[in-house]
Each structure stands twice: as structure tokens, then as C-alpha cells.
């Protein structure tokens, strides 16, 4: 019903179960359909969001009218992003081979195969993968990987350690009192202790020409460690948290 590959169905009595060789398994709400999605050409998210899900977090996804919106509307993934998630997934592929594009493609969020064959041919132009690819007149391919190039395993060492150059730690908390004094005082202590900056952001230490929320994601992108305190359910911490 997501991605309209061949699928085997079975039911626990609540919801409906569905093992794909593409999307893995999840399961519907029985009373819900997809059909009637007029546009579906978003479905590819669904799709990559429950493999991601089986993949990663070992979690089988119950899909609801709520949630299934929810994911549709999910911003999309940068193509840099969509890069990285295929140059991951390559460097876990052994020994030389036809590759799955289909495997490769849902697990980097990637929409076609058009898209899929722009990112897998860029890898092969910045010599990060030894392989080869051709493009057919109907869209599809055929693509083959052989290994990672140094210039490869590099790359995916240094996406491995975001700022490895920075000195700063951004700090996330609730900002009423004693927490404050906590971490103002001793935590702040502690991190100049080790030679790092600690960052916080909020209204007292932003110009008043500033947004304070441009502020923090500037402050977040150029920190090599965020440490986050939930404390009181603070929201603009759990903001600050999944950002980075």
C-alpha cells in the first residue's frame, strides 16, 4: 500500500501487519487506508522512515492516520544529507557486486531513480567509491561496487567527528534557578577545566537585532558537543536536542 512492491499480510487482531522486502515490516491500524491519497509521490518518506525505524532502532512502526500525515509533511532531507546516508550504506556492502539501488534508496531517503543515480554517479566522480554505473533510456540502471577509495573512507571518517576542531560545548537546560547556578557555575567550571568554550544562548547574550533561534542554530552548528538537560521539559531544549 506504501511503495506497491509485492508484500505478505497477516493481522494480530488490532492492527494489520505487513512484512516488505523494501519498506520492512510495519503495522496499520486496521480501519486505515493510504489509498485514498490522491498524490502519493511523498510516500518514499513512509517508506524510508519505517526501514529506518526496523534498521535502526529495531522498533515495528504502527502506522496511524496522525502519525502517516505526519511523516508525509517531514521536511526534506538535504541532498548532502541523502549523499551521506548512501555513502554509509555502500561502505557497509562487501566484496564487489550488482548493487540493490532499491535497498540503497530507501535506506538514504532518496525519492527515484533518478536521484539515486545523480548521487551514486557524484560518488564515483569525487573517486569516494571504485564501481560504474549506466543509465537506461527507461530511467533505470545498472550499478556496480567494488570498494571504498581512501578519499571515501576519509570522508566518512570525518562526517564521523562533526567539529572535530571545535572547542565549544553548547549547554541546554532550564533556565530557572538552582539549575542556573548549577550549570553556570559548576558545569561551566568544569568544561574551561578541559580547555573547552561553554556556550549558552539565551536572551541576555544575544544582541537585540538578533533572532535568539538564528542565534542558537549557529551556536549548535559550530559546537562539537551539545549537552542537554530535560529538567523541567523546558521545549526550546528539546528543540536545541534534536537539532543537533
Partial sequence: ??????????????????????????KFAMSYEPDTYQDKSNFYKVSSWIREQNDLFNNIP???????????????????????????????????????????????WIKDDTEFFILFQKSLDLNFIKGSCSRAINGGGTFSFTE????????????????????????????????????????KEAIEYVGFEYVVVNQDNVEHNKSINDEIIVKLKTSRIVIADFTNHRNSVYFEAGFA
Fill in 148 to 187: 571504498l577509495t581512501f578519499d571515501g573512507i576519509q570522508y566518512l571518517e570525518e562526517l564521523e567527528e562533526p567539529n572535530k576542531n571545535s572547542k565549544k560545548i553548547f549547554v541546554a537546560f532550564n533556565f530557572d534557578e538552582p539549575l542556573t547556578s548549577i550549570f553556570n557555575t559548576n558545569l
Fill in 62 to 108: 504502527l502506522l496511524t492516520n496522525e502519525n502517516f500525515d505526519e511523516i508525509l509533511t517531514l521536511k526534506n532531507k538535504k541532498v548532502k544529507e541523502k549523499f551521506d546516508l548512501l555513502m554509509f550504506s555502500l561502505s557497509n556492502l562487501k566484496g564487489k557486486r550488482l548493487v540493490n539501488n532499491d535497498d540503497l534508496k530507501v535506506k538514504s
Fill in 1 to 26: 500500500k506504501i511503495c506497491e512492491r509485492e508484500a505478505s499480510q497477516d493481522h494480530d487482531g488490532y492492527n494489520e501487519i505487513v512484512k516488505c522486502g523494501y519498506c520492512s515490516t510495519y
